[in-house]
């Protein structure tokens, strides 16, 4: 599974990347609001360059803002234009841009996936909630499937009027409310909605890789991989406490505490 960072913050994409872990870089317009506001004045063109170089050739998503049709791929081709250069940049592009049910503007981002294709412009498929969004997104040509497992899980804790914190696992088969297993149209867990975006994808041949997004902590990722997502895109603090074990940190303590000279010594 490769992992892409989560985070338009270039400190943190550069420390991924320094330990040779980082395959990607995922943003979106929360992200990159909380990078401009930590590097007050920046010129936004000049650090995203910076983003793109520092990830060599691996993908980097940005994400457009606007929500009709029309509007998303003349903001998609301005910048994947803008940025094309660096040869890592992909489009980002919410699956359903349409704010309530009603809305007339619900395949807008199926038209901007199928137009950016045939402009082979590279894209992802964001805020993907169902499998049959993501089997509508790899049939308009997404090149990356973004299911949001975390926000599943919130919206599954949310409904059940359940109290949480973001970090908190959620169980990969399910949780009971006592009344049955809380669920969203079948969806028992984010990471659950994730293992059937992948089935659905390779059983039907489609191309799009899955990246399991959303994602809030440590066996949540061990369970993306698990499940067979393509991808998994980390926050920064998740994929350092991937690392970590107090076993492990206890082990260091007594190990370096034996070492002997005549083992420093050896020549
Ligand atoms: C994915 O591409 C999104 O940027 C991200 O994973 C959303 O995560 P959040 O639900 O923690 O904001």
Known sequence: MKIFI???????????????????????PSLIKKAVEKHVGIDLK????????????SPVSLEVTKTTAEE????????YDLFEESGNVNIKVPVNPA???GDNTHFDGIKVLQELKKSNIPTNATLIFTPEQAL????????????FAGRIDDHLRKSAGLSFE????????????GQGLLHDEGIVSGVHLVEECVDILEKHGYGSEVIAASLRNTRQVREAALVGAHIATIP??????????????????????DVVKEYEDLK
């Open 46 to 57: 000049s650090y995203i360059k910076k983003i793109l170089r520092t990830s060599g050739d």
């Open 136 to 147: 509508l997104a790899a049939k308009a040509g997404a090149d990356y499937i973004s299911p």
């Open 236 to 257: 920064y603090d998740v994929i350092k406490d991937m690392l970590k074990h107090p076993k492990t940190f206890e082990g260091m303590v007594s190990f370096t505490k």
């Open 166 to 177: 973001k970090t908190d696992y959620f169980p990969r088969k399910g949780m009971s409310n």
């Open 99 to 101: 704010f309530e049910d």
């Open 6 to 28: 989560d985070s338009a913050d270039i400190e943190e994409i550069n420390d991924v990347f320094s330990w040779g872990v980082g395959d990607g870089v995922t943003t979106n």
């Open 72 to 79: 998303m791929i003349s903001e998609a081709k301005k910048l």
